[in-house]
């Protein structure tokens, strides 16, 4: 209360009430962030464990990631054990791990840690204090992680239906929001952004190091706090492909990223031990096979975030093996000795579900069309599609474009480690965007195809890796021409920006904020609390494209049942509503936003700034509760 009191001196009741709704989370989301942290440094020690010594120290969080998701992985596809059983037992395992870290290497987190979590400490809180509101989260991400954390098992037969639009996606990420949300006690809903940020900011510690590497100054004491600002801002205001819906949302496109870059990063320590070990006539050190071993486990993380990873996986080898046999230093078997760490736990992971969703939820996998009815005669619609997309995004593909220039030059002038990332980087960069140009030929059709739908996001799961080369290309560049005239970047400036831009920014960052969905979240918590259980709740909405529909129906999950809706994208006259309303026989309907069509097929006078709730009576649909709407904008003014 005494520093409530003091900040209203300073900043007044309007300034307090600002920090305190964009800032300051609620009790239970403070367990939920404590409940995230603690997770991810038992994933560290996890990942530090099985590892080694000799490794890509800031990538222990997406190891241990790799690791407690291959071991949930395979207890819930082939047992039947209760998942709160296999992560308590993880949790236990978790301390010793820690301990023996804390020995083995003097400490369990990189140099720099406790400097990044201080700068970024408003980011975390500001993360914490949010609620869900983009349409993937309602219509899959939660709904899955809601799932496993009400059923303690993989969706099965014999199970309830998993609501979510792709039920055979792979549970990777879903799987580090359950012993958060075990460790707090109940669903931590933001776990997910939470973890995006950790993962983010461990990436930071990996860009760091590039850029002290450059520089000659590789493990030469604590990184300070300017080069820990300069490292944070390197992979959010310096990165072309940024999205603050992204990181601040449940989703799997920042996850992915990360491991694709970290992925890279280990088969790159593993190229350089070989070198080394040959230059020096030594037998295999622990730098090599210890970032092979290392790079397995993240792609196991990352084909257990994505369907597409095993295409991202495939050009993440075949990159490491083409600076191999370019590099005449490491030699083609020595190589080739190392293949099975890294391919063996993707492999595995891959398999496993593969497995579970042919076993299991049938009709999960996707499949490619014949031949014959590739959309070959679009091709030119196609190109000019994803011309568009790299115009509008011109900074990270004219990145691309330089790295994929370095690459090629790199096969046929190879000097060093930077050749070794340049092709590595483009081999997956240049090769996965020849293969999203193959799937709009092969895979979508129509208006997806010629929009080039995805293609942007396809883009951002390459965008760190980019970021990678980038730091450390442009950190040797500094090195060379403009370090002796232009020193150091001002740490205090560096520290002021990444302190000051959440706070400059906190309105943007917080879009959970917005009217709309502050309006739909408290009508549907007071609809779940209120609802009989067998209720059937249609949604109609034809002001919007059904973002709150789906949002509804993730807030009354385990209650009321939802049963169809209206919205925007069906255009239904009168009669068209009335025969969704026969088809799915709901027994109460939410109005949300109403037109002509809606008025005549309800047969009610509904007021124009007031959202209702009806249930069907003895002469039709009759009102049971209304609301008006907040604020002086019309309620489909939010994007969602």
Known sequence: MEFINQAGEVFG????????????????????????????????????????????????????????????TLMGVFTQVPFVHVTVALGFLSIPAIVFIAFRDDHVLVAGTGRILTLTAPLFLLAAAMTASQWAEFSQWLMMERFIWDQDAFPRLGLPKLLAEDPAHPYGVPLMTYPASRLAGFFVENAGPLFNLLLLFSFALAVMELIRRAAGRAGDGVPGWGMAALGIL??????????PRVLLTTNTDLPAAVAVAFAALAGWSMLAGLAQDRQQGRARTGQAWQGALQMGLVLAALVGAQRTAPVLSVLLVAGVFLAGLRDPRVG???????????????????????????EALPGGVYGLRWFETWNAQGIPIIAAGLARVMLAHGAYFILALIIVAFGFKALFRFAGDLD????????????????LFYTYVAVFSGGDAATAASYWR??????????AFGAYGGALLWRRYLFS???????????????????????????????????????????????????????????????????????????????????????????????????????????????????????????ERTAYLLR????????????AYPGAGPPADDPG
């Open 420 to 435: 070794r990332l340049a092709i590595i980087a483009a081999t997956v960069i240049g090769g996965y965007n020849a293969y």
């Open 332 to 358: 083609l078997w020595r190589l080739a000795a190392l293949l099975p760490l890294i391919v063996v736990p993707p492999a595995v992971m891959y398999g496993v579900w593969g497995f579970h969703v042919a």
């Open 616 to 627: 069907r009576g003895g002469q039709g649909w009759e009102v049971a509760q209304s609301w």
């Open 234 to 243: 390197v992979v959010t205001v310096f990165n072309p492909t940024f999205t």
């Open 485 to 607: 005239r232009l020193r150091t970047v001002p740490a205090a400036i560096a520290v002021t920006l990444v302190i000051a831009l959440p706070v400059i920014f906190a309105d943007k960052l917080r879009f959970d904020l917005s009217p709309p969905n502050q309006f739909v979240r408290s009508i549907g918590e007071e609809l779940a609390a209120s609802l009989p259980p067998d209720s059937r709740l249609m949604v109609i909405d034809p002001q919007e494209t059904g973002l709150y529909a789906k949002m509804m129906g993730y807030l009354l999950y385990g209650t009321a049942q939802m049963a169809g809706e209206v919205n925007l994208l069906h255009g239904f006259g009168a009669d068209g509503v009335r025969r969704q309303i026969q088809k799915y026989k709901p027994t109460h309907i939410w109005v949300r936003t109403r037109n002509g069509a809606v008025a005549a097929a309800l047969n009610l006078k509904l007021e």
């Open 458 to 467: 396809g883009n951002t799961q390459l965008g760190l890796l980019a970021v």
């Open 13 to 72: 009741p309007v300034g307090v009430a600002w920090i305190t709704d964009h800032f300051i989370p609620a009790l239970e989301q403070v367990y939920g962030l404590i409940a995230v942290l603690t997770v991810g440094l038992a994933l560290v020690g996890f990942g530090a464990v099985v590892v080694g010594r000799h490794r890509v120290r800031s990538a222990d969080l997406v190891c241990g990631w790799g690791v407690v998701g291959l071991v949930l």
